[in-house]
């Protein structure tokens, strides 16, 4: 193993006590390690035989030794430096190893390994020794407990005790003081809280309940009376009463995973390094006063990847003689040395003797327990069989003849309820497998065979459904055993009965995937209610077929057959939803779940299988880790699966769980098990109902600065700086940008998990979503900026497959929430800063290629590359308009820097401490605003002098702050504006961007300018086309509501002259309701020629439509032109002998041949008459003979009307249809009108005979 180490010179003041050597005399620090160089010279455990003081370069190698096998794990460790033990945890064999005559020199012939414990979970588990009582403690964070077994060589692997079990998520770092007679652990959960006991686990107390990520490890310093714990990227600390909370170190490029103290020193692993770099694995040293690395001492292993390290050294553990009482307390078990006397304990499933030292039985060794049915036998496993199948042999408390289908557990009193045919029987659990020991519950009909069973251990009743039809679901009191029916279930199939008390409902499973229930509460008629269940939306299978209830998480747990065999486990809520997708596998028979594990029932040629899965560590992708797994000695088959731990049912729900409703706090709960206590986070305090959290925002000269680490954005009075004033903000998932909007009075911020911009006023209310940045641009957004001009916001996108899709982005919002890009290209844009005064935009790209300042035109024109050389991470952005000068913070260099606008005149302004990492800057008035990654406030420094500095925010508290803005009514850039943008908009449909000079409109993403170069495409328009016709669409017409346009008609129509142009308008008419269109409706009219010539008129069977021909007659006095008899319809509606210069009626002229005509004529009229005369009297008489014949009767009338509706001789059909009359009128050439030649309607009152009109 080569480990290479940098010294310098160290030095420090503590406090020392006197100590005893141990038999070698010897000291150093020992670290766990896993091979990750598969070669003869790696180590599992590494002894630096010095002090961090000691550290020197007289040696590169350090000696160790290996386990054996390259899978060996050890991840934590501890030291009896008096006995020369260390013990060590080992995540390969989920055990605790004891290293006798452990020396620095690690020489392996002298030292024995044992392993002393069994099944303790395959996790992150720590240990911490009581050097005075000699006792080894451990968490367990799948089991959630603390235990403890004495130290030293042991035989006997049921000499154990769990002190702690209640209360606890995922307990891993733990810490030992038998000076003080404390126990330190932190419990790693969703509720992350660190806690403190006595030794024998009683008188808990929460020491830290809020700003907690993830605390890993802790270490107690005796000599201070602190405790300093790991959390991610920072080391954290407080007194042994939770008071004087400090950040000691705040680190970049680091994850810490242990921690031990030597007495200034704090000794750290690092995993970092290894897993995120592929560099060395490092353990860091620090300064437990300033908090600054000893750079000098780090040590780097190439071989191995350290993870846990304990100091080997008798400074850490003094101790006199006298203080440990155990000596002669005479304990049988387990005994602890407490501050005033020595205390006995017992192992699991003992208590003590009325002596108080000796122990008894109550439940044995079995005090939690796997249950399993073998078909015709109950069994119990050890409850550690979960975490390691070593040697856990089966012990069977029921044997019978019969086949046992269901089976339930009384946790309580240790009974177990099980069905065979129609027959349920109890059974103690603690009496044996004699069956004198069995009862039996005899349901109403002994041929009804039961098809389920369910314990309610709150009412103390036995549920249980028979195969009677309908189905019945009955239930059995177990003090009384008096049956009494409950319900009828008409449902064709039965499965899954399962009681949850805390929902006062029982549950089952029927059909196809159906989930009913029915409420036990205080019912005189139960009703069943029934939720769907929809497992695979896609694939639409969907089966359940069993389903147990989880207490800890409140929720279902459903086997679901899946596809080629196998069965998926789902997590399912109250309301039938899915909530999480377990695992996969063929041939589960049945499952349990316990705590953190999932315990899987499957076959496997012919046997059963028991499996064990980690639920906290599943992944969609690849399932459920598996523990272990194996078969069971003795046993076969196993049919059904149940756990026995009375914690299990509780008297009460846990008083801070989901069904309690987190015990009614905003924020935190905590709980003694009975009693709620609720407090508040960060920038909140407790409201006077006790349960709701409250904070006072200030609403003028303040900053927001984001909070990465706790997930808050919090606001800094400018005049109260040590203050921070929590903003209530549900949906923040990892703020990182953020600004004060203050023309809407909204906080807005960027969410980087759920890539999205949020919004909300600053007292908490109306939060919405501004933009959905992954569904509309498939990137996140970092950092934002205002336009006051406009009100639209500015910000950086990153691409989440930036290197394979395309480049991020640069984009801006509008007040309706749609997104324009205005630049598409760069790497990495960070943060981003305007100039609207100017139409300039100003950011930083940290592109691990090329960092680049950058500016623009903020409609992305005129892009300007300012900075390229001497920058590393440009991150923060602020503006001097005043005096047209950019600054920015590079987060490698720590520094902050400034040129003017174009880039000249570059300098340095100011050098802050190394390893602050730099992020964002504002500007507000005179002063410079900053916030730094390892920096735990906001500094403020004045940009006319570097060293007039101030510091803002409280001195504890804030995480790893990221984004910042700063507000002030009185801030000149509040008010620098683009003039025109700031007036309607510039009149841009959707988007002014300011630019140098002047402005340009844009348009959402993927739509189009129109050609007024101000309209986007889907800005609501009248239709650019009208009825026979279409708008002459142009820069001054796009058909907005309101625009005025041209238009032009189609072939054979022409604009009427009355409309020379058209107005869109919202029109209230049938059929259109209250939308856009053109103000008439149709101002294209078909092109006709006129009825008439001049002197003249169209005879009436002519179309008047362009191409037609017609004939046409002269008025009275006039003739027509014989060479043009005809005449044709032009297509611009005038008759062609308009155009050839034709007269076609002429005025009638008198010549002399017309008068010798004219009496030749008169003449033969004379005669005419004379003649007609003649005619008229002969016709006179016949008519006058006729009449007297008819009279007398001697002549007929064949003529006579019938019914006034028959038809005659005279009947003309056209008269039906077309009643014009082209007889003359007016006694000469004169003709109807065009009007009158159309066809009128029939009257509807008009009596006609034989068709033809009356007159």
Known sequence: MLIGVAFGVFTTCFMTYAYAENAYGDHGIVYTARAVKVDEEYQNIVSVPSTPLEIDNTTEEYPGLNFGFVFRSPMACDIDYHRNELYVYDYFLRGLLLLENYNSSAMKEGITITRQHYGISKENAHIAVDWISHNVYWTDPLMNWIAMQPGGPISDPTLYKVIINIGLELPRAIAVDPLAGYLFWADYGKKSVIERSTLTGDKRTVLVYSRLNQPNSVVADPTEKRIYWTDLQSIDSTTYDGTDRKQVVRADEVTFWDIAIFQNVLITTDVYTFVVTGEDSYSRFYDKTTGEEITEKRISVNRELLFGVCMYHGDNQPAKPEQDRCKTAGCKDICVNEPTKATCLCREGFILDTDGKSCKEQEGQHQRAVVINTGKSLCLLDIRVLSDQHDYAPACFYTGNDSISFFDVNMKSREAYFATGGTINRVYIDKGPDAAYRESYVVTDQSYNVTGLSYDYSRERLYFAVASDPQQLWYIDVKTGIPAFLVQVDTGDFRSLTVVPTQNKAYWLADLNVLQSVDLAGITTAVITNLTLIYHPVTGISYPKHMVHDNKREEFYVLVEGIDGHSDLLGIDYSGNVSSYVASDKDIVDFAIYKEYAVLINKENDKSVIRSGDLGAYTPTFGLPIVDEGTITGVEDISGVKIL???????????????????????????DGTTVECKCRLGFTLHTDGKQCVSTPVYDD??????????????IPLDNPNTAIGIRTPAVDRPDGVIYNHQTGEMVWTGTT????????????????????????YGYADQLALDPSTGNIYYTGNHYYREVLYNSFIAVLNKQGESNVVVWEGHRPRDIELDPAEGLMFWSDYSDTLPVIYSAGMDGSSKQTLHTTDIVWPNGIALDPTVKRIYWTDGYLDQIYYSDYDGKNRQTFKKVESGARMMDLELAGDYLYYVANNNQQVTRVNKNNENDTKLFGPEFGLGKMYGLDVYSSTAPTNTRVNPQCATNNGGCSHFCLPRPGGYSCGCPQNEDLLMDDKTCLRVPRCEMSIPNGDIIENSACIGTEGNTCNYTCNDGYKPRPSIPHLTCDKQMMQGLQNELHWDVQDPCQLITCPDYVDNGVVLGNCSLLPSDVCLYKCYEGFVPDMAMKQILCQSNGTWNYTTSGVTLCTVQTTTTTEKSTESSASK????????GVGVLVLIIIVIVIIVFLIRSGRVSLPLSKKGGTSGSAFENPRYADNSVDLGETNASFGYATLEEDRIPARATNTTYDNIVPKV
């Open 645 to 671: 731990d009375a914690r299990l049912q509780p008297a009460m729900p846990n008083p801070c769980g989901p069904s309690s409703n987190n015990g009614g706090c905003e924020h935190v709960c905590l709980t």
């Open 702 to 715: 303040f900053i927001l600065a984001t909070d990465t680490t706790y997930m808050e954005v919090f606001q």
């Open 754 to 777: 759920q890539a999205a911009i949020w919004a909300v006023n600053l007292n908490g209310t109306q939060e919405r979503l501004v933009a959905n940045v992954f569904g509309d641009m």
């Open 1164 to 1171: 033969d009229i004379g005669i005419g008459v004379g003649i």
